[in-house]
Nanobody
């Protein structure tokens, strides 16, 4: 059973930084892409950044130059992923979700329906 667990969210002032962490386990098959999406209440889930096992990244325009997704770390049958968020803005306030695909089917695109596995989310709040 695939499990993804996020941590690292919190409250910061605008201009501050946070680092989100995701640990994934239970993969009985190759999962080529992992990534981060975010969602506010009543809004659609939107892509933030994805990365493939080959290191290729894809970022939403709104976070380019401010957010950095780490390479996927593999150890002890688990995968670990970080999202470094700098120069945070109030509009970055959302629930952030870690995700993983199945055998590369997402192609790393920022489309939530391409990813079957999700964590429970971690809240990020940025005050002005």
């Amino acid at each position: 059973q695939v499990q993804l667990v996020e941590s690292g969210g919190g409250s910061v002032q605008a201009g501050g930084s946070l680092r989100l962490f995701c640990e994934a386990s239970g993969f009985a098959f190759a999962s080529t892409y992992m990534g981060w999406f975010r969602q506010a209440p009543g809004k659609e889930r939107e892509g933030v950044a994805t990365i493939g096992d080959n290191g290729l990244t894809n970022y939403a325009d709104s976070v380019k130059g401010r957010f950095t997704i780490s390479p996927i770390s593999k150890e002890d049958d688990k995968k670990r992923l970080w999202l470094h968020m700098n120069n945070l803005k109030p509009e970055d306030s959302d629930m952030y979700y870690c995700t993983a695909d199945r055998s590369g089917e997402s192609w790393g695109l920022l489309i939530p329906t391409s990813f079957p596995y999700w964590g429970q989310g971690t809240q990020v709040t940025v005050s002005s």
